[in-house]
Each structure stands twice: as structure tokens, then as C-alpha cells.
């Protein structure tokens, strides 16, 4: 523990990316395979009343991820967690809305308190304050990217894979069981075949450079 903190006060925040970087790269296809993606969806959350309210929006963050448009696939996981932070709250239209931090207060109130508190910290981090000129490690923050303050970076994928893992987080939190069986393992099917039949499109990700190197013109 003792030489790890060490090492940590030796990198910068740019080598701290960069290792982040190269991990994710390596341990990517394990945390977002196909496979894992549609049990989780189709035998976990759909078990949870609060995961199953976001199932639709978590499959189209998926559909997004898969096919290369991180930042929307973004966009959609962070109105996804909104919308779960409300549910776990009981907040419903017509009621005062809650504040950010009753909103992340209120998941420390999930039966299983080690996978909350976890699920609280990382709630915590995409909730804080943003400072454009000062913008947190990795872009993680909701503020930058809802808000219009968002500068486009390298972490997009990554920030995906950090928002798709948390909700598996919240599921452990809840206490929710894996069924896979009946109509769940038929759902399984559906989705693992049309999250496999997503790809890159080269023409589309040309079109988006494009944009991207006139805008800065």
C-alpha cells in the first residue's frame, strides 16, 4: 500500500491519463463484451425496479457505444443516471425536485453498504463542481458535458466504460439476483444479437473528423 501511494505522488496528472489509458485498453473487452452487456441488461437490471425504469436508455448508450458515437452514448448514460438517482430517491412529477446532493445522498440508503458507498464515491466525483480551466481528471463530470462546457477528449470510451460499470454497481447495491431463464434469456438473445451486429461505420467516423477540423478552423 505504502509503495503504491508512493508511486502515485510521482505521476502527474498526463501520466496518470496515459496509465489509465492503456489499461482500459487492455481490460476493455472483458468489461464490455457482448456477452457481459446483454446478461447484465437482460437477467440483472430487469430484476430491479429502479434499473428496469432505464432500460431503455441503457440500451440505447449501448447501441451508441458499440457503433463508435461515445459522446452521445454519454449523454444518454448520464440522463440515465438522473433518472435512476430520482427513482432510488422516490421522486415523482409533480414533486419539489430533489437537489444534486439528496439525489447522491440517498444511494447510501441501498440495502448492501459496501457496493453503495462505492457507487456514492463515483457519484460524487461526476456530480462535483467544474471548472473548464481547471476540468477534472479524465472529463469525468456531468456538469462539463450536459451543460455545454464539455471539451471533446480521448476519455470518452473510458467514461463510458466507468458509467456502464457503475450501474452494475448499483445493482449489487440493491441486492438484485441474476434470473436466466424464460423470458429473460429470450431478451438475452435479442440483445447479444444486435449489440454483436454493431459496428464502426469509416465512413460516418470521416464524416465526424471532418466536422471536427472545420470547427476548429
Known sequence: MRQTLHIQSKLNLDMRQDYALKIYNVISFQLLSVQESADLMSTVYVNSTHLKCILELLD?????????YYTAALSVLF????????????????DKNPTFRELKNCICDLPEPESAQLAKTIVDNIYSKYDSLNPNDFYFNRHSLLHGL?????????????????????????GINRKAYGENMEMFKIRHSIFGDCTRNKNEQMFLNINVIQGSR
Open 150 to 174: 464539455y471539451r471533446k477528449s480521448d476519455f470518452d470510451e473510458m467514461n463510458c466504460a466507468r458509467l456502464f460499470n457503475l450501474f452494475s454497481i448499483f445493482a449489487k447495491a440493491e
Open 60 to 68: 440505447e448508450a449501448y447501441l451508441s457505444f458499440y457503433r463508435g
Open 79 to 94: 440522463i440515465a443516471l438522473e433518472k435512476y438517482l430520482r427513482s432510488i430517491y422516490g421522486w415523482k412529477p409533480g
